[in-house]
């Protein structure tokens, strides 16, 4: 057989006469044009332009002409003579939109003949001005596409397309897994963003949300046959864009109290920081002088000796990033290599990232007819440690502005060992041993280790049987294999948010392993061929896609040598958890687009899927879309102003089922509680992209422990459904193009409308039966928006100014279409949702008003309603009104120079960096206006710390003074039966500030959610080709200077709201209230070098 | 040529396919549990059902002990509001679902449906029935637990106690057929049951919680004679070879926390550091320090400033309450002024396994006296002296704490900074010679004896009971009327809203249930059938 095939593949090529033409091609204006393919007729031999407009082609004797071909321009025929050289001018069309566009399954296609709504991004746009994530370099850049860039280090983007979480990732037409750090930007060619069910509804479930198609780079066009492109790019981080500002007029303690106790070390105190005003009077302090015999510590000044803490320990962040890439192309084979290489020093000291990325692809054509194509692309993360964040002892934002008290100096604990509290290995020496740990502590000793490494790769065969019909087979594996690692250190506080923590403790080690493959295989016949008027392309395929997860948590309980970090060192024995699964999914699939003449083109594809996650008799089925386009201008005369226009609608009907987009870990997928509120009480759960089955639908018994390690049961509370069906989505799109001043200005509007359901829902049930739900295929959720894209050169000249312009703006709602049955009620995040309400409305507690809108008080603090659901209060839709994009872009010959700013504006969130920074006494607000008064006078009736201090702050507004309050809906509908008279009674600000005032009413901490961001400012040079041409080494160079996050505009600045991209979600049906503590942003500035060879 | 140009690329397609493989077998099915069909051993949903017996809002130091007037919380962010902000209660059918699954799996293992499991699922059922009933009134339990009945109907209140009391005798019956000589003092599964008690225990608690059961019902015992509640009171304690009950604490159905996986709660949550967040109930301490009571120095600490101004740990004016009727903006945070009492940091905080304090009572001993010395008293029962149960009620109590006449105990600060405040000699005659604790005698004074030292028996165990008995008697005088008590007219619920699930979707059998017991309104402050 391999002799056959080799003998097959070797093939000759006969020699004629023959001679060889150079050339140019170049616009009108004299530029030369890339790309551009020259064929010689009739004999047909072609090749392309170079960068700079050359060709070289060596035609037959028997050629009669040359014709040349290029996108966005006219063809033209150039008759020879016998000539060896010449140069064409190519007119530019300025009637038709030819920009060809990579859609589903890698096919490209003319974008004029697109039905649906698709955006294609450069991927040489995305590469000076970084992130290091390639994913939040797509902010702001397409309509509908919402990028929530995370501020953690290796934090994943929240993706959100058109209100929907989850978007498929395709390279090179096969679906991959991906964590989004796991790409490397500098081997992109570009990305299409399919947006919505319409444009990617080929690719079946998987593909509901919409898809990001990204198209890698392939072997070099260059004359030479060969190119080489370096990049390299650094950036600095070292100002913040969003962060909380911290008082530092009051220290730890409570009630205006504190004092080191009088011992070694201090555990029974977790204190906020409403303790003593700062005014250098003398206080037992951690750092006192400590009598060993005596047992007594010497009290010390009370200053403000760390109002900069926060300041001084955080350091300048580093992304450094350099691509090298080798391309190659003959006219038998294209190579292309590319390393990448990231480094990443976190702002957080001892913080860093690294990835590592390594690709190969390569096609080679044995024959005219058979072209195999392989490619590769090896990714390595890896960190030794990476900072965590939530509302915990393990996170910085909480120690330095939760609890972040002005009274320790940070740099005094950098050797964190120091004497007599610190012993080495054993006990840090910190600044309190009850609530929070020494920064330095925690920097050098807490650590998270990340190491994944990602594959993935196809070898792909096309036979063209003839022009018009082409056969191809590819198989693909993506695969990723992930450890982490966390070491809580000897002596490192945890309160007791863990039950095997005690004071003193040495440790412990966790560990999580997880491991993804799965291969897609398919065969795709393919057919385009113009008959007449008619121009047909189409293409049917077959697929299997086979998956396999495998995941591993481990935990020891307590170590028992400290410093030893290994699962078998465990005090009490170690927990460990495994899960796993599996799935396959055979499908057939068709697409065919019909262009009739001039007029119209018909796209239809369709799909079946047959998955193992759903039960024998549901787990077929079928999957169509249609669109239609027409350029109007093509046909009809349109007012000369308008150059190009273009309709086009769709319609999609999507299925699937019973399989989720992330997965957490091991410990969470078995019982059910994630990291935070389960085990250890700390660390974040990580979620990973994963599409694989979630087993919602089966009546189990799982293993569990509730009582001193003895074994027990489970049983499932959601009452499985054997009838249950596919979910389904339908979706319609309505758009229009327009062109205007010959090409000039580009207008692009979509509408879109898509029925989200009936889901697969786990609907309540009476408690009465036992269980808490059952499955049903219920709820259905309209959304319907629309979207646009102005593109405009403004000023345009060859020598002078170039200005381009591009605007985005997209906007959607979604609202609740059916429930189920005869339901009318939809109980679901704290609110009953009827028919026909906005679902991302959030409900919650809000205050109590009298007649005159004033807040009613009792007892000092405010009334509170019932707390049960129907007393929820509305406080906002949480989806922004509308998400807009604002790019320009200049140009004076060499120097170019480019800014971005985008947004979200419209809609609440919860700032909940701000709620418990007053909780903790921290927050500038907390000693500042009305607050800082009281706060003031309650600590001058201290009389120096000699009494009990005296409630001084009274809320605004009324108190109840007689009557029974009756509430609907949060608000008392008896009003005309009660008296009020103006709140005399006064609260100490701390219980105020805190969860017996207004820490448990809501609405006080909502806040606007709309943001501009100036996101990317980019100023480039590129070296002149007269500079370059003596050295013919180098062929092009830019230089730049870049900056990302620059300004930010919101309300409050105490936190970046740009991470919380998600309100209402219809895959999981949650709501994004925000809330949740983040690292603090930061501005980016830095340089990018880019040199082709 | 077509056909190699289709051999090559089948073989290339091959190749593909044999590095990845199509999956074999069951793929439909999570492999990472057991399927619904599976053979589970009994004894794991034992453990479920043990292990769970407690609702999460009822262990000792929960929010249970401030409706209870037990303690007080000063600051919400640790011991959270005073309110009696009830709504919507929780529920126990999960233990109902899990019941039916341990009788499904027992008669697979054993081939009958009298096996210990079936009889201990009857209490568990009948348990779970009366803890929702008494909480909201009539409730569905015919056909509740099954999930193809999804809107159970509705069974009365009175149905709901009698048929539970008919569970309480089946599984007394099955308990007894059970109980042999040679395993009566035999644990009746050593892993299933976290208890860990007997068959002979186990029959005791079934029968010592029916008397509660049976004594809950004092207001309906007159007028519901096919109840039989007098004769069911009286039947037990008639004959305790047939209806053995509890002799001594040892008997008690306790909750045993421990150091490595159930700590005691105040440890487990994180507030050993605020112990001084709880204050005692001057409820409390009217019935107790008011009556020289020695459990005051064993269980809670004086208030710092009585002892600032010199009082000593010995005196009972040194310990002061916190009025649950005041807001608690209106109260010190942290009691930073030691105006109040806290509870012992000794006893209660010093250890996560609860080591130094009384176990949980679930159901005990020292209740049970009181519920006879109550049945006594009402004239329920010939041949038992009211007098002698209340005493032994008392001192089962004390027992239960570790208190004998003349001990020497030491008393702490309320923050553990200072072990050894003085120390205390415990006089239990002097306490037992108080007029208000020596018996006056069968008559409506006696019997509000009994309920108040039943109430102070209950500190900080038994879950509901003491509101339940408060509910019922009126004993003792509970504070309400100001704002700490929460509620829109300042008085305390006598009741929980439905599961707001229960109200959505079963609403029919539900809004039916409403109209036929409160006129169509389901709130708080109605009488169900038992309290009428």
């Known amino acids: 057989m391999g002799l056959m095939l080799l003998t097959f593949f070797i093939s000759n090529v006969y020699a004629q006469d023959s001679r060889t033409i150079t050339g140019k091609i170049q616009t009108t204006t004299g530029l030369g044009i890339a790309g551009a393919v020259v064929r010689a007729l009739p004999s047909k031999t072609a090749t392309q332009t170079d960068n700079e407009g050359n060709f070289k082609i060596t035609i037959q004797s028997t050629d009669k002409t040359i014709e040349v071909t290029s996108v966005g321009f006219l063809s033209q025929t150039y008759t020879l003579s016998n000539e060896s050289s010449f140069v064409l001018s190519l007119q530019e069309d300025t009637k038709a939109l030819t920009d060809v566009v990579v859609t589903a399954y890698g096919i490209k296609r003319e974008a004029k003949k697109i039905g649906y709504s698709i955006q294609e991004i450069k991927g040489s746009d995305l590469t000076k001005a970084r992130d290091a994530n390639p994913i939040n370099s797509l902010a702001g850049k397409v309509a509908g596409l919402t990028v929530g860039t995370n501020t953690e280090m290796l934090g994943r983007p929240e993706l959100v397309l058109r209100g929907s979480k989850d978007l498929l990732f395709v390279i090179d037409g096969v679906p991959v897994n991906t964590d989004t750090w796991n790409i490397s930007p500098d081997d992109i060619e570009s990305y299409t963003v399919l947006k919505g069910t319409n444009?990617?509804?080929?690719?079946?479930?998987?593909?509901?949300?919409?898809?990001?198609?990204?198209?890698?780079?392939?072997?070099?066009?260059?004359?030479?046959?060969?190119?080489?492109?370096?990049?390299?790019?650094?950036?600095?981080?070292?100002?913040?864009?969003?962060?909380?500002?911290?008082?530092?007029?009051?220290?730890?303690?409570?009630?205006?109290?504190?004092?080191?106790?009088?011992?070694?070390?201090?555990?029974?105190?977790?204190?906020?920081?409403?303790?003593?005003?700062?005014?250098?009077?003398?206080?037992?302090?951690?750092?006192?002088?400590?009598?060993?015999?005596?047992?007594?510590?010497?009290?010390i000044p009370w200053t403000a000796r760390g109002r900069y803490n926060f300041e001084n320990f955080m350091q300048t962040g580093i992304i450094n990033t350099n691509n090298i890439s080798m391309s190659a192309t003959t006219d038998k084979s294209d190579i292309r290599m590319s390393i990448s290489n990231m480094n990443q020093k976190g702002v957080a000291p001892n913080t860093k990232l690294g990835t590592y990325s390594m690709a190969v692809n390569g096609g080679y054509n044995f024959n005219k007819k058979l072209r195999v194509e392989a490619s590769l692309n090896f990714n390595k993360q890896y960190t030794p440690n990476i900072p965590d964040v939530n509302y915990g002892p393990n996170s910085y934002i909480y120690t330095f502005k939760v609890y972040g008290p002005a009274d320790y100096d940070v740099r005094d604990l950098e050797d964190i060992y120091k004497g007599p509290m610190g012993v080495k290995d054993l006990v840090p020496y910190m600044q309190e041993y009850g609530r929070e740990n020494s920064p330095w502590f925690m920097a050098k000793k807490w650590l998270r280790s990340h190491d994944k490494s990602d594959i993935n790769g196809y070898l792909k065969a096309t036979y063209k049987f003839t022009d018009a019909l082409s056969l191809s087979a590819r198989s693909q594996i993506t695969t990723w294999n992930q450890l982490r690692t966390e070491q809580a250190p000897s002596g490192i506080n945890l309160n007791a948010y863990t039950p095997w923590y005690y004071f003193g403790w040495y440790g412990d080690y966790r560990e999580d392993r997880r491991n993804l493959f799965e291969n897609n295989t398919d065969v795709i016949l393919n057919f385009d061929k113009k008959v007449k008027d008619f121009n047909i392309s189409a293409f049917a395929g077959a697929s299997q896609r086979s998956?396999?997860?495998?995941?591993?948590?481990?935990?020891?309980?307590?170590?028992?040598?400290?410093?030893?970090?290994?699962?078998?060192?465990?005090?009490?024995?170690?927990?460990?958890?495994?899960?796993?699964?599996?799935?396959?999914?055979?499908?057939?699939?068709?697409?065919?687009?019909?262009?009739?003449?001039?007029?119209?083109?018909?796209?239809?594809?369709?799909?079946?899927?047959?998955?193992?996650?759903?039960?024998?008799?549901?787990?077929?089925?079928?999957?169509?879309?249609?669109?239609?386009?027409?350029?109007?201008?093509?046909?009809?005369?349109?007012?000369?102003?308008?150059?190009?226009?273009?309709?086009?609608?769709?319609?999609?009907?999507?299925?699937?089922?019973?399989?989720?987009a992330t997965v957490p870990s091991a410990f969470m997928a078995i019982t059910g509680k994630d990291l935070n509120g389960g085990l250890l009480g700390y660390g974040a759960e990580l979620y990973s992209s994963y599409d694989g089955p979630n087993y919602a639908n089966q009546n189990n018994y799982s293993f569990v422990s509730t009582y001193n390690g003895l074994p027990s049961v489970n049983f499932s509370n959601t009452i499985a459904n054997p009838t249950i069906k596919p979910f389904n989505r339908t979706s319609l799109e309505v758009g229009i193009d327009l062109k205007f001043a010959k090409n000039r200005i580009g207008l692009d509007f979509t509408y879109f409308q898509s029925m989200n359901g009936p889901q697969i829902y786990a609907l309540p049930v009476a408690p009465s039966t036992g269980y808490?739900?059952?499955?049903?295929?219920?709820?259905?959720?309209?959304?319907?928006?629309?979207?646009?894209?102005?593109?405009?050169?403004?000023?345009?000249?060859?020598?002078?100014?170039?200005?381009?312009?591009?605007?985005?703006?997209?906007?959607?709602?979604?609202?609740?279409?059916?429930?189920?049955?005869?339901?009318?009620?939809?109980?679901?995040?704290?609110?009953?949702?009827?028919?026909?309400?906005?679902?991302?409305?959030?409900?919650?507690?809000?205050?109590?008003?009298?007649?005159?809108?004033?807040?009613?008080?009792?007892?000092?603090?405010?009334?509170?309603?019932?707390?049960?659901?129907?007393?929820?209060?509305?406080?906002?839709?949480?989806?922004?009104?509308?998400?807009?994009?604002?790019?320009?872009?200049?140009?004076?010959?060499?120097?170019?120079?480019?800014?971005?700013?985008?947004?979200?504006?419209?809609?609440?969130?919860?700032?909940?960096?701000?709620?418990?920074?007053?909780?903790?006494?921290?927050?500038?607000?907390?000693?500042?206006?009305?607050?800082?008064a009281a706060r003031l006078a309650e600590w001058q009736s201290t009389n120096n710390n000699t009494v009990a201090f005296t409630k001084k702050f009274i809320g605004q507004g009324v108190k109840l003074v007689s009557g029974v309050p009756k509430y609907v809906g949060g608000v008392i509908t008896n009003l005309s039966e009660l008296t009020f008279a103006p709140n005399d009674v006064a609260a100490g600000v701390q219980s105020y500030a805190g969860a017996s005032g207004v820490g448990s009413i809501s609405e006080y901490w909502m806040t606007d959610r709309s943001f501009v961001k100036l996101r990317e400012v980019n100023l480039g040079y590129t070296l002149p080709a007269k500079l370059l041409g003596k050295s013919k080494f180098i062929k092009g160079a830019t230089f730049s200077i870049v900056g990302r996050n620059l300004f930010y505009w919101a309300e409050r600045k105490d936190f970046d709201i740009d991470q919380y991209a998600a309100g209402y979600n219809d895959s999981d049906r949650s709501l994004n209230t925000g809330g949740a503590l983040q690292s603090a942003s930061m501005r980016r500035f830095g340089f990018n070098i880019n040199l082709n060879f | 040529m077509k056909t190699r140009i289709i051999k090559t690329i089948t073989s290339l397609l091959l190749v593909g396919l044999v590095i990845t493989g199509c999956q074999?077998?069951?793929?439909?099915?999570?492999?990472?549990?057991?399927?619904?069909?599976?053979?589970?051993?009994?004894?794991?949903?034992?453990?479920?059902?043990?292990?769970?017996?407690?609702?999460?809002?009822?262990?000792?130091?929960?929010?249970?002990?401030?409706?209870?007037?037990?303690?007080?919380?000063?600051?919400?962010?640790?011991?959270?509001?005073?309110?009696?902000?009830?709504?919507?209660?929780?529920?126990?059918?999960?233990?109902?679902?899990?019941?039916?699954?341990?009788?499904?799996?027992?008669?697979?293992?054993?081939?009958?449906?009298?096996?210990?499991?079936?009889?201990?699922?009857?209490?568990?059922?009948?348990?779970?029935?009366?803890?929702?009933?008494?909480?909201?009134?009539?409730?569905?339990?015919?056909?509740?637990?099954?999930?193809?009945?999804?809107?159970?109907?509705?069974?009365?209140?009175?149905?709901?106690?009698?048929?539970?009391?008919?569970?309480?005798?089946?599984?007394?019956?099955?308990?007894?057929?059970?109980?042999?000589?040679?395993?009566?003092?035999?644990?009746?599964?050593?892993?299933?049951?976290?208890?860990?008690?007997?068959?002979?225990?186990?029959?005791?608690?079934?029968?010592?919680?029916?008397?509660?059961?049976?004594?809950?019902?004092?207001?309906?015992?007159?007028?519901?004679?096919?109840?039989?509640?007098?004769?069911?009171?009286?039947?037990?304690?008639?004959?305790?070879?047939?209806?053995?009950?509890?002799?001594?604490?040892?008997?008690?159905?306790?909750?045993?926390?421990?150091?490595?996986?159930?700590?005691?709660?105040?440890?487990?949550?994180?507030?050993?550091?605020?112990?001084?967040?709880?204050?005692?109930?001057?409820?409390?301490?009217?019935?107790?320090?008011?009556?020289?009571?020695?459990?005051?120095?064993?269980?809670?600490?004086?208030?710092?400033?009585?002892?600032?101004?010199?009082?000593?740990?010995?005196?009972?004016?040194?310990?002061?309450?916190?009025?649950?009727?005041?807001?608690?903006?209106?109260?010190?945070?942290?009691?930073?002024?030691?105006?109040?009492?806290?509870?012992?940091?000794?006893?209660?905080?010093?250890?996560?396994?609860?080591?130094?304090?009384?176990?949980?009572?679930?159901?005990?001993?020292?209740?049970?006296?009181?519920?006879?010395?109550?049945?006594?008293?009402?004239?329920?029962?010939?041949g038992q002296s009211a007098a002698t149960w209340y005493l032994r009620g008392i001192n089962a109590s004390l027992e239960v704490y570790g208190i004998t006449n003349g001990k020497v105990v030491t008393v702490g600060n309320n923050d553990g900074t200072k072990t050894n405040l003085g120390s205390v000699t415990l006089d239990v005659t002097t306490f037992l010679a108080h007029p208000e604790v020596a018996y006056k005698g069968d008559n409506a004074d006696g019997l509000k004896q009994i309920l108040t030292q039943k109430y102070v028996a209950f500190f900080l165990n038994s879950g509901f009971e003491t509101f339940y008995n408060w509910r019922r008697t009126g004993v003792p005088t509970f504070a309400e009327g100001g704002v700490g008590v929460g509620t829109p007219n300042l008085k305390i619920p006598t009741r929980w809203k439905y599961p707001q699930d229960e109200i959505t979707y079963n609403a029919a059998n539900y809004k039916a249930s409403i109209d036929a017991q409160y006129g169509g309104v389901d709130d708080q402050f109605s009488k169900m059938w038992l309290i009428k």
């Open chain 1, 199 to 299: 444009a990617s509804a080929i690719y079946g479930f998987r593909g509901l949300n919409g898809a990001i198609v990204i198209t890698t780079k392939r072997g070099s066009k260059d004359k030479r046959g060969w190119q080489v492109d370096v990049n390299s790019s650094t950036m600095f981080e070292d100002k913040f864009l969003a962060i909380p500002e911290s008082q530092y007029e009051y220290g730890r303690g409570t009630n205006y109290i504190y004092s080191y106790g009088d011992r070694l070390y201090d555990n029974a105190q977790r204190l906020p920081e409403w303790g003593p005003r700062f005014e250098g009077q003398l206080i037992k302090q951690y750092n006192s002088p400590y009598d060993p015999t005596t047992g007594l510590r010497t009290a």
């Open chain 2, 24 to 382: 074999k077998g069951d793929l439909l099915s999570n492999p990472n549990v057991a399927s619904e069909s599976s053979t589970i051993p009994a004894s794991l949903l034992l453990n479920q059902l043990t292990a769970n017996f407690l609702k999460e809002e009822e262990p000792i130091i929960s929010n249970v002990y401030k409706w209870n007037q037990n303690i007080v919380s000063n600051y919400t962010y640790y011991y959270g509001s005073n309110a009696y902000t009830w709504t919507n209660t929780t529920h126990k059918y999960d233990q109902i679902k899990y019941c039916v699954k341990m009788e499904e799996q027992a008669l697979k293992a054993y081939g009958n449906n009298t096996n210990v499991y079936h009889a201990l699922s009857k209490f568990f059922r009948a348990y779970s029935f009366i803890w929702l009933t008494n909480r909201v009134g009539d409730i569905p339990m015919d056909e509740a637990g099954n999930p193809n009945i999804l809107t159970p109907k509705y069974n009365t209140q009175k149905e709901v106690f009698k048929k539970s009391l008919m569970l309480l005798d089946t599984a007394n019956m099955l308990m007894g057929n059970l109980t042999t000589a040679a395993n009566r003092n035999t644990k009746v599964d050593a892993t299933g049951d976290i208890f860990g008690l007997t068959y002979l225990q186990w029959q005791k608690v079934i029968n010592t919680y029916k008397l509660r059961v049976l004594i809950s019902l004092s207001k309906r015992a007159d007028d519901n004679a096919d109840l039989n509640i007098k004769g069911q009171f009286a039947a037990i304690l008639a004959d305790a070879t047939k209806y053995p009950i509890m002799t001594g604490i040892t008997d008690n159905l306790v909750y045993k926390f421990n150091a490595a996986y159930n700590q005691y709660p105040p440890i487990r949550v994180g507030n050993t550091a605020y112990n001084n967040c709880a204050n005692i109930s001057k409820t409390f301490y009217s019935v107790t320090a008011d009556y020289n009571d020695p459990r005051v120095f064993v269980l809670t600490t004086p208030a710092a400033a009585q002892i600032t101004a010199g009082k000593t740990v010995s005196d009972f004016t040194a310990y002061v309450g916190e009025d649950n009727n005041k807001s608690q903006a209106a109260m010190s945070g942290f009691s930073t002024d030691g105006k109040y009492s806290n509870l012992s940091f000794n006893r209660y905080i010093s250890s996560a396994a609860g080591a130094n304090c009384e176990p949980y009572t679930v159901i005990g001993y020292q209740e049970m006296c009181f519920n006879i010395a109550e049945a006594a008293n009402r004239g329920w029962i010939t």
């Open chain 1, 547 to 660: 998956f396999t997860y495998n995941s591993f948590f481990g935990t020891t309980k307590a170590l028992a040598i400290p410093n030893v970090y290994a699962l078998s060192n465990s005090k009490d024995p170690s927990l460990s958890y495994t899960w796993g699964s599996r799935m396959q999914v055979y499908s057939a699939f068709y697409s065919f687009d019909i262009s009739m003449s001039k007029y119209l083109t018909l796209s239809h594809t369709g799909r079946v899927d047959q998955l193992s996650t759903l039960p024998e008799g549901s787990n077929k089925f079928y999957y169509p879309s249609v669109s239609l386009s027409t350029v109007l201008s093509d046909y009809i005369k349109v007012p000369s102003f308008i150059s190009f226009a273009k309709l086009r609608t769709s319609y999609a009907d999507v299925k699937g089922g019973l399989t989720q």
């Open chain 1, 772 to 932: 808490s739900s059952q499955n049903v295929n219920g709820i259905t959720s309209k959304k319907e928006g629309f979207e646009i894209a102005l593109t405009g050169a403004v000023l345009k000249s060859v020598k002078g100014l170039n200005w381009d312009v591009a605007i985005n703006y997209a906007t959607y709602k979604e609202t609740l279409e059916e429930i189920y049955g005869t339901e009318t009620e939809l109980s679901l995040n704290g609110h009953n949702y009827k028919v026909g309400e906005r679902l991302d409305a959030f409900y919650g507690t809000a205050f109590v008003r009298d007649a005159s809108n004033n807040v009613i008080f009792s007892g000092g603090t405010p009334l509170r309603a019932p707390t049960d659901i129907t007393n929820n209060k509305f406080l906002g839709n949480v989806n922004p009104d509308f998400t807009f994009g604002f790019n320009n872009k200049f140009s004076v010959k060499n120097i170019s120079f480019s800014f971005q700013f985008d947004g979200r504006i419209g809609g609440v969130i919860y700032d909940g960096i701000y709620h418990d920074g007053m909780n903790g006494g921290t927050a500038i607000e907390s000693a500042t206006g009305a607050f800082g």
